[in-house]
């Protein structure tokens, strides 16, 4: 989604906010632009396609030395991506400059209305409406910058995080948030702006959130004042200390950021249990479960809400949940949730699952779940993100920055917070055996050593890339814990390879895919020992007397399905509610080697969006 840069202070701005903008690619955007000001002129350059473009086009066109500047990367919503459309936006008058992120829903009437007293606008964007909105309350109004945009505010509709700049009040910026984040970071004197904390991470760890409904003046080498949009009324700002550091957001030797952060699996699933799960002690501690023990524990059901891979996430725990905590479990789409009425009721609790933190559908989930009373529960990995502080209670996963827009260890490591939270309760609810319980904690701690394991077939997936990158359609079967594995993997390989995948439990495949099978077609097989393994063998007959080329995910040694298959990977056993720790691992690299000989763009794959924080 689109990514926003802002600087104000005594540096050159310029750089900065460039490379902010490099820093934020992985949200996935389609154009980008960059403002300055030089003291005299503000200086505009934006273009369709990557911040590389946008910086050969800036440094023939343009040459200023500005210490106050905004940036752009835009993921178009209204309006195609062109130059035109591209942010940042002047006003009419050409003193204002607007970066935008978000939907503005009710643009076209506040355009009609805008055109009527004489505006005109050369993009189809809402943004551009609403530079215009805030310019026609300055001169209507008689007000300055920040008034302006606050009773401009009031009179949309839509979501929103901007950057607005005034060339005539040049030491200000001034911002605003309604579900869309954004972050201000304070330095020496320096101020930055930003859609997370990557772009200024180098400069700063002190670093201010805005709420929802919250705007700041951020005044040049002074302050940050903060107030509620609706009611201005004044907030103090909290200034948090980030714990993230430049390393974790950079590649550190590998080529792509997804390939560094499937490598960085068996880290990011210990950092996960860290400090949470004491085995020798038989314990799991988890504050936000403790402390809402009672309520969770009791509840008749819990949903799980999510999208894209979270969702995948979710199945996954909605079967490990029913195993060992016995509570009823059903997973949604958050997008369909939200707007299909469900009945929900106090005695439910809603888990949310986002890696950002601040997709919009599962943020809407949420806010419909605690009006009808539920208790909501965030599982996020971004710290202090919307949804994390939307809901009542939560735990993090701790995965680090995930910068790819393939999600990879998010997945594992939103499936382990989850696992531990099922057998947190399943203890407290005496539904699963104290021996039970202690072997999954022993066989939990053992995961990463095996995620390492796993990861060695690397040399083998790169073989079987090359051999089926051609394939136009690629199908993947998984039974049980396994089942929500084959939907990821097919996912991953439709994201980043734009092959068409499609994932199924094993025996779905007899009432539908089965008529796709021919010689062309590979079909990924999870076919683990735990898990109904005689059962997916026969799913792998069939597919093998159709001539289908298989490629098995198998347990270390396996031999049954090694006489039937073109391919079989090994992992490591575990039990089977820990195995799609292990079995995500080589579909995860399958679908990564495919998209590097296909030459895809394996970070920011077309059309996608890190984080989707539009509906
Ligand atoms: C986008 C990303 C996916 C992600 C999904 C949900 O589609 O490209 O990788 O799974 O959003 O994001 P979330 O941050 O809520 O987990």
Redesign the pocket.
Known sequence: MCGIVGYIGHREAYPIVLKGLQRLEYR?YDSAGIALYDGEELKMCKTKGKVADLKNKFEEEVTTNGTVGIGHTRWATHGEPNDVNSHPHYSNSGDLVIIHNGIIENYDSLKKELKKRGYTFKSDTDTEVLVNLIEDVIINEKVKLGKAVQIALNQTIGAYAIAVFNKTKPDEIVVARLGSPLAIGVGEDEFFVASDASPFLEFTNNAIYLEDGEMAVIRRDKDVKVRKIHDDSLVDPYVQELQMNLEQIEKGGYEHFMLKEIHEQPNAISDTYRGRMLVDQGIIRMAGVDDNMERIANAKRIIIV???????AGLVAEYIFEDIARIPVEVEY?SEFRYRNPVISENDVVIS???????AD?MAAIKLAKEKGAFTFGV???VGSS?SRETHAGAYTHAGPEIG???TK??TT?ITVLTLMALKLGKFKGTISHSDFQFHLQELERIPEKVKEALKSDELIQEIAAKYKDAPNCLYLGRGYNFPVALEGALKLK?ISYIHAEGYPAAEMKHGPIALIDEQMPVVVIATKKGHYEKVVSNIQEIKSRKGKIIGIVTKGDEEVRDLADYVIEVPETLESLTPLLTTIPLQLLSYHIAVLLGKNVDQPRN?????TVE
């Open positions: 996935g999510a999208c894209g891979t979270s969702w995948h958050a699952i986002s890696q950002s933190g601040e997709t599962t996020c990995n971004v949804i827009v393939a999600s998010a997945f939103q994201e996608l969006a890190k984080s989707v």
